[in-house]
């Protein structure tokens, strides 16, 4: 007959729930739905009291205790499993294969992401908003959206595909301007110490400079409100090609009626180059031009010689300009 101390005592039932603990350990680590720890476990111990000569009643209270005992471990099992499966979800790849510069705070609950010279990545928010982040740019946004507004701060630039939610508005807080998305897909572009210009593809947006005393602006597609880096209280609002603006997200450098200088410097910063005007005659020379984001600076070079604005070459890191 089995004693009160026995279940704690006897070596083949510990190993017997020794081995039930390491099957749930093992199922945790492959994701595989955990057993049933109450079923087992009686198993377990109705095995052991078939060998006994009699029943003994008061086993049960304690064989309880050893079950709520097993069940708290499962529990914090289980804790463990969804904050290291969570943890996993924060390292991010980018398109290039490089890893990503990555801070979380566990006190405000942000993660801030952050993209290197020639990087893009695309990453969907807790709220199923899908966002293309630029090239040195860098994003903050909640692991999980709480409160009346769904808010993200934003420096460099990134296009937006909102997830609209009338009852949560999306607000991008960039470059001095905050943008409330009404149902939306947009560009805005605010790299640090240059003008922030939000484009609007489909749908609505409201902007408003921070420092405005005015009521938001309401942009129609098509549309694009800029505002300069000097003058922070109001902005202007214009008709642009988004094809153009959005290209970068599809993977394309594009420049349209653009001079030769600001599409070299564009294409210096791009590929992380220098570039060297030995004929400053055609910095001002105007021209439309696109490539490959994936291609080689040497592949960008070819297609602007076979426009023949200008003699370009490629050496020690410099584009050099005849």
Request: with cysteine; charged share 25%; aromatic share 8%.
């Amino acid at each position: 007959m089995m004693k009160q101390t026995d279940i704690f005592n006897d070596e083949s039932l510990q190993n017997d729930i020794q081995d039930l603990v390491a099957i749930e350990q093992a199922m945790i680590r492959k994701t595989y739905p955990l057993p049933n720890l109450d079923k087992e476990l009686e198993k377990i111990v109705g095995k052991e009291n078939s060998d006994a000569e009699e029943p003994v009643k008061h086993q049960y209270p304690m064989m309880r205790m050893l079950m709520s005992a097993l069940m708290g471990a499962a529990a914090m099992l289980a804790i463990v499993f969804v904050w290291q499966w969570v943890s996993s979800r924060q390292t991010i790849d980018g398109a290039t294969g490089n890893r990503i510069t990555q801070n979380v705070s566990s006190e405000q609950d942000m993660t801030m992401l952050q993209t290197a010279d020639g990087e893009m990545i695309t990453l969907t928010l807790a709220d199923g908003t899908e966002v293309k982040l630029n090239s040195n740019s860098k994003i903050t946004y909640p692991h999980c959206f709480k409160g009346a507004e769904r808010m993200v701060h934003l420096e460099g630039e990134a296009f937006f595909k909102v997830r609209h939610d009338s009852k949560r508005p999306f607000v991008v807080d960039a470059g001095g301007v905050l943008t409330k998305d009404l149902g939306t897909s947009f560009n805005i572009k605010a790299y640090q110490g240059s003008d922030c210009k939000v484009t609007l593809v489909e749908g609505k947006v409201e902007v408003l400079a921070k420092n405005s005393q005015h009521k938001p602006v309401t942009l129609n597609p098509g549309q694009q409100y800029s505002l300069s880096a000097k003058e922070t209280v109001s902005g202007q609002i214009i008709n642009v090609n988004t094809d153009e603006t959005t290209a970068w997200a599809d993977g394309v450098l594009y420049y349209h009626d653009q001079t030769l200088e600001y599409i070299l410097d564009n294409l210096a910063a791009y590929y992380q180059s220098k570039v060297v005007f030995r004929n400053p005659a055609v910095k001002t020379k105007h021209l439309d031009f696109s490539a490959d984001k994936s291609g080689s600076i040497e592949d960008a070079i070819e297609l602007l010689n076979n426009l023949g604005v200008a003699k370009v070459s490629f050496k020690g890191n410099t584009i050099y300009i005849e």
